[in-house]
C-alpha cells in the first residue's frame, strides 16, 4: 500500500490566495482527519470525516478554511484568501473502522509544508 | 485544560544508555488509548508503541516500551539503548472512548511533544 498520499508537498504562495491540499487516505480507510503543525501551536486536529461526511469541523480557525471529501479516496483542504499566519505544515491521516478501537493506528501523510509570503 | 502534557520540551541521552520522555493524561473516559509517535527531521509521523487503557501489561516494541501509571495517569516512554537515529521529536498522543459525539472515530489528541537528541 502506498500510504496516505499527500500534496503538493510544499507550496509557497502570496497573501491573499487560494490554497488547496489534497489528500489520498489509505485504501479501505473509512476515516480521515487534517491536522495543523506549528511551532506555536503544535499539532491541531483541524476537521474529520467519516464515510466522507464531515463529523466535526470545530477545529477549523476561521471561514477562510474549508476541507471536502466527495469520495473515499480524495479530500481536499482549502485557504481562502491565504494569510501569512496560515503558514505551517498540514498532515492528513486516515484510519480503518467505524469505532476505533485497540492498536487501530491512525496513519499520516508526509504533510504539505504551507509557507505564505 | 491541557488533555495530554509532555512536561520536557528537550531531552539528551548519551548514545547506548536509555532514556524516559514523560507523559500525562487527563480524561474521564474509561475506555482509552495512548500512542507514541516520533517525528524525525524529515518531518513524517512514525507510530511507535501503543497502550489501551484496560490493558494489564505495560506494551513494548522492540527497543520501546511505555510505562503506564494507570493511577497517575502517565504513560511515559522508555527507549533503551538510544542510537543517534532516535534522535527526533516524540509525540504523546491520546485517544478517548467517545468523544462530544458518542463515538471515536479514531481522533487522536497530541501532547507538545518533547524534542530528543541523542549524543555519540
Known amino acids: 500500500d502506498a500510504g496516505v498520499i499527500q500534496s503538493p508537498r510544499h507550496e509557497v504562495t502570496e497573501m491573499g490566495q487560494e490554497v488547496t491540499l489534497r489528500c489520498k487516505p489509505i485504501?479501505?480507510?473509512?476515516?480521515l482527519f487534517w491536522y495543523r503543525q506549528t511551532m506555536m501551536r503544535g499539532l491541531e486536529l483541524l476537521i474529520y470525516?467519516?464515510?466522507?461526511?464531515?463529523?466535526?469541523d470545530s477545529g477549523m480557525p476561521e471561514d477562510r478554511f474549508s476541507a471536502k471529501m466527495p469520495n473515499a479516496s480524495f479530500s481536499t483542504l482549502k485557504i481562502q484568501p491565504s494569510e501569512p499566519r496560515d503558514s505551517a505544515v498540514y498532515f492528513c491521516?486516515?484510519?480503518?473502522?467505524?469505532?476505533?478501537?485497540?492498536?487501530?493506528?491512525?496513519?499520516f501523510g508526509a504533510g504539505s509544508r504551507l509557507t505564505v509570503l | 485544560a491541557q488533555k495530554i502534557t509532555q512536561t520536557q520540551p528537550g531531552m539528551f541521552v548519551q548514545e547506548k544508555e536509555a532514556v524516559t520522555l514523560d507523559c500525562t493524561y487527563d480524561?474521564?473516559?474509561?475506555?482509552?488509548?495512548l500512542f507514541w509517535y516520533k517525528q524525525p527531521s524529515s518531518g513524517e509521523m512514525i507510530f511507535l508503541i501503543y497502550?489501551?487503557?484496560?490493558?494489564?501489561q505495560n506494551a513494548t516494541e522492540g527497543r520501546y516500551s511505555l510505562n503506564f501509571q494507570k493511577a497517575r495517569k502517565s504513560a511515559n516512554l522508555v527507549i533503551s539503548a538510544s542510537q543517534l537515529g532516535d534522535s527526533a521529536m516524540y509525540f504523546c498522543?491520546?485517544?478517548?472512548?467517545?468523544?462530544?459525539?458518542?463515538?471515536?472515530?479514531?481522533?487522536?489528541?497530541f501532547g507538545q511533544g518533547t524534542i530528543l537528541t541523542v549524543h555519540p
Open positions: 491521516a486516515s484510519i480503518k473502522g467505524f469505532r476505533s478501537s485497540g492498536a487501530n493506528v491512525l496513519t
Open positions: 470525516f467519516n464515510n466522507n461526511v464531515p463529523i466535526d
Open positions: 485504501s479501505g480507510h473509512n476515516s
Open positions: 498522543a491520546m485517544r478517548e472512548g467517545k468523544d462530544a459525539g458518542g463515538t471515536s472515530y479514531g481522533k487522536l489528541t
Open positions: 480524561t474521564s473516559d474509561p475506555s482509552y488509548g
Open positions: 497502550q489501551g487503557s484496560y490493558d494489564q
